[in-house]
């Protein structure tokens, strides 16, 4: 239910990533008399049966997909222990590239997949695992061989990772007012055109997503308190370099999503004003796999 409001609150796509859209579903002829344009960002949610030539694309005559269908929009991979340890291993290349190439005897093909990754998986088989109402029925060897079927370096691409308890009662009966999807989106929009701004004169750069090295070295502006806080957290969570990277990044779209930092980013040089305040969350963000598959 979660993920199928992510593309209610990301901004709508621009004509350009439409027509890009539009060319990848009508090599896969998904295309029809009823739909002959795609204007809204793509949600796709593959069942975990799926196979490696599903996921990434490819056949006799290779075709794109569910990762360069997604392209654009959202990928939701439900269950994701779930679905084959091979299939998983093939996304590597399209998370940190944005493409993917099938090789062929007769050429290769290049297929565009920016997608925005979502999975969801439960704590354990029997899915209590750490509930404080309801017992676990697993075994500790079960948990760790269940936990398992996800690799490390399939986590480290993971940007964020979110411990989503059950809701109580009381919170699904409540009547109070939350925060609408339309809200949110204007924040984010303002946030992503902050970010447009920013990488005006790189066609390959639209986000803070897509930055590379240079790009953090150049963009992002830490404080003396920052760069201990990212100090301490490699150092006691033992996280990886791509860690690093993904902390910065992080870090960075939270500053851009707070008004108050908004206001203190340096227009003129494109850099961000990164405080402790949006270092510690990112890091709360990274410390999942750490702690729950260790």
Known sequence: MLSKRIPTIIPPMSLEEAIETTKIHSIAGLLNGERSFVSTRPFRPPHHTISDIGLLGGG????????????????????LPEFKRSALEVMRQPIEDGRVTISR??????????????????????????????ECRCG???????????????????DLHIEVPAVEYRDVASERQV??????????????????????GDPKTNCNARMTTRHLKQHCKLTQDSQELIRVAMSELNLS?????????VSGTIADLDDKSASRTDSSRGEIDISPEHVSEAIQYRTFDRTLWV
């Open 241 to 249: 370099a791509r860690a690093y990277d993904r902390i910065l990044k």
């Open 179 to 200: 925060e609408s999807s339309k809200s949110i989106r204007e924040r984010v929009a303002r946030a992503r055109q902050n970010q447009q701004q920013r990488f005006a």
């Open 60 to 79: 006799t005559f290779p075709n794109p997909g569910e990762v360069s269908l997604a392209h654009n929009g959202v990928l939701f991979l439900d269950e």
């Open 105 to 134: 005897a007769a050429g290769s093909l290049t297929f565009p997949a920016e997608f925005m990754l979502v999975a969801a998986m439960n704590p354990c088989p029997c899915g209590y695992f750490g509930d404080l109402k309801r």
């Open 140 to 158: 500790p060897v079960q948990v760790q061989r269940y936990r398992q079927r996800i690799s490390g370096p399939l986590l480290d691409r993971i």
